[in-house]
Structures are given as C-alpha cells and as structure tokens.
C-alpha cells in the first residue's frame, strides 16, 4: 500500500537523463501547444531520472518507464535501466510492461463509458446484465451492482483463483458458471478487495455492451485505449512479445534474481480485467490527461468525476477511499486531492499518481518484484517534492493502545482461509495486539496456524504474524462501534 511514503541496476542512460528531457520535451510541445518545459521543469526531471536510477540499484530492480504529466499535458517520459538483463537491452520510451492492479482503472473507465452511452446501470443488479450469473447456494446474485464490484465494496471474494492455473484458462463465463463464488461479507459493508470481482464486472460490461462473451478486451480498446490516445496498450500478450517488452523478474529476500516473466507467462482471459494491460508509462500518462481534462473525448465530465470520487471507506486513515478503479485521499497535501493506484504481480510493478488540482500526473513501471514492493512508490515519493511546492503532510497512521479494546474478540470464518475462533487480544502487559488463529489454512487449502503478535500498518489496518494484512471494520451504519469484521485478502471473519 502506499501513502507517499509509502502497493534494477544498469548505468545505460541512453534514453534517459539530459537526453530524455530533450527528447521528451519535444513530445509536450506536440501535445500541449507552443510552450514547452522551462528550464526549470526539465532539471526537475533530470533530477527524477537520477532518482529512478538510485532507486533502481537499491532495489536490483532492472528497469523503469517514466513519464510525467504538467499542467494537464504529457511533459516527460523516459527510459531507465534495461528490460532485458541477458543480453543487456535498454528500457525505452516505447517498451511496454505489465501494468498489474492498474488495469482496473481501464475496466472502470470501460464501465464508465458504457454509463455515458446509457447501456449500464451502475446501481441496477448484475444481473440484468447477465442472467446466467449465480453465486453459491444460499446467496443472491441480485444484491450485487457494478458500482459495488469496481469499488472493492460487493462482499466478493478476493483471490479465490490462482494467477492463470487450470481453473482460469478458459472464459470468465466459464469459470464464474463452474465455480460458484460465495459471498465474504453483506455487500456494501466493508471494503475488501476483489481481484475476482474485477474480472466479474468486466463480463458485466459485455453483457451491458450486448457484445460476446470475451469481448471485454475490444470493448476497452475501443472505449478507452483508442480515444485517450493509449496507442500501444493492449491486452495481446502474443502482439506483446513479438515487440519491445520488458521481461519481469522476480527477487528473492536479497534481491536477487529467481527468475523471470515474459507476456505469455502470465496469459489467461481472467487475468486480463484486473492484471491484464501491458503499456508504457506514455500511454498511462495520456490515461491520465484524459482523467486531468475532464474526461476529454473518452468520458463525459460527469462521469471522470464519478470515477476520481471516493466511495469505498478503506479503513486505513481518515481520508483514504476507493474509487473506480482508483484511491482518492487528502494525502500527502491536506488541501489538495491525490488519486492514484499501484499494481504488483510476479515480475511486475507500478503506480499512477495524479493531484487533479494541479494536472500534475508521475507514471512509473518497473520490471521485477521481490519482498519489496515499493519500488514505483519510492520514485513517485521522489517525484512529488520535485514537481509540487506544496509541503508534504502524511496524516497520523498509528493509534495508541487505548483504542484497540475495540479489535479485541472471536471471530469466525466458516467460507475462506482464516477459519473459526480467530481469537484477537490484548497484552495489557506490553500494550501488543495479538492474534490466534488456530484453525486457519493456507491459499493451498492446507492448514497453517497463525500465533503471535499484530503489527499495526495504519489506523484500521494490521499486520498478522503470517504477513497477512488484516484490516478491522465497524459493523454497517454503525457509528463508532465495536468492529465487527476482520477483513484479509484471504477470507472475511465476523465477530
């Protein structure tokens, strides 16, 4: 996760640096009319490449793409570092990556167009839009809506399918008509995000399109991609590797390479609504124009505004909500909103920072994951004090002792992976949440117990001894009650 704080090695400037700044310079006078950067914006930027680059070799992160968003307009962009370690091959403007967790905001503005054509009803049941839908015995499909699925808000389980296994490698229709999903939680009650309800929405969208089944992909291309000037995005996998891509790889606890993920490695229909986009820093920075100029040509203003608009309490602090597809927060700058998403899958991460009263916009990809995931976070964290005069204000994350009392008691989770008689306690001796989950199972469906102390991320949001981030939620309407939901990524359990 990230807060602005805070979800690879190569000296080879060849498209970065002083002469990145130029090249791309030349870019915003074609976009943005006769002014170009001041002298003051590109060694701003200058001083970003240098920064992609520290941030690079810290992490033995290969590669990034870069590119930066002033006054509404695609300024900057840059290649850093290498796409491909063996041999030694540059990161430019034109590679693409895997965009992870930032494709969801390309289903949300996808739905959001179909709203301004008048095909979809985000508050009207699913499954008006595709009768054939079903969740598990005992719950009814016809509570669920697309604004509920798009904003991480529906009761849908997260991750209850594997990153491309035998499950996922046919059709979405297939796989939510062979596998009937429960619900985790009433819809509406908590925040708990939904990587399988993503990949659900998007079959919303084609049965509110009337397009055939697999059609989601031609739908974005061609509501969102085409129009807000994503030229080289795409969802082809095959197209992708024929190209110039970066190959992800992925780290271990030392940052060093185990391995490696190449477009086709990660290919399956499921995947594609909420993983799925391979593009470069450009294209999400035109993406981010479009947001910036009030939908521009691809959403009515109404609707780019529905989207940037928080409508999902995240529980992490007072002013962080999901949006569509996006997180919208008063932080780093207490004045002025930031709305942004990152994304992470094996090889690959990213992020999207945009503060809309500036239409001021940082796009950062990278090709290698390991323990640490906030490589793209570092070098927005980097970006903003170079590009915003504002001063930087990170509300309070942390609360004291006396306002755990409310965590504290059993609960139970009789449809996922943390089990029954999850007991959350506390030590009054050393002031420390804890946790025993004794009848909890892994993502394999094997048992692994959880014992041990709680670590606290943010004001709701825990880490358990596993590494499982939990986060506690209030009962729905409630004001100020007990918590009544632990929600985790693996299962939701009430108390």
Known sequence: ??????CGPSSDTSDGGTDAATDTSAEAVADGGDAGPTPAEIAAFNQLV???QNELTKSNTPGASIAVVLHGKLTFAAGVGNKLLSPPAAVTTSTRFRAASMSKMIVAATAMSLVDAGMLDLAAPITNYIPWFSLA?????STLTTSL?????????CDTIGICDSQTSGDREAFFVGYPQPLWAPPGA???YSNTGFALAAAVLEGAAGTAEGSYEELASERVFVPAGMTTASYDATAVQSGDYATGYTLDATNAVTGTVEPLTLECPMLHPYGGVMATATDYAHFAEMLLASGASTLTPASAALMQTGHADMHTFATQEYA???????????DHASVWHDGSLPGYTSEMWMIPDDGFAVVVLTNARGVNYDVPDDIVADALPLFISETEHVPPLTTPPSAWSGYVGTYDDTLATLGTGVVVSLDGGTNQLAVAAPNSLDLSFNPAPVYGAMTQYAVDEW???DGTVATFFPAANADGGPSTYLVTRRGVASR
């Open 324 to 334: 569509y597809g996006l997180i919208h927060q008063f932080s780093p700058y207490s």
């Open 137 to 141: 015995s005992g719950y009814d499909a």
């Open 149 to 157: 699925l798009i904003s991480h808000s529906s009761g849908f389980p």
């Open 1 to 6: 996760m990230a807060f602005v704080l805070g």
């Open 190 to 192: 908590v925040y708990d």
């Open 463 to 465: 880490g358990m001894p």
């Open 50 to 52: 240098t920064a992609t």
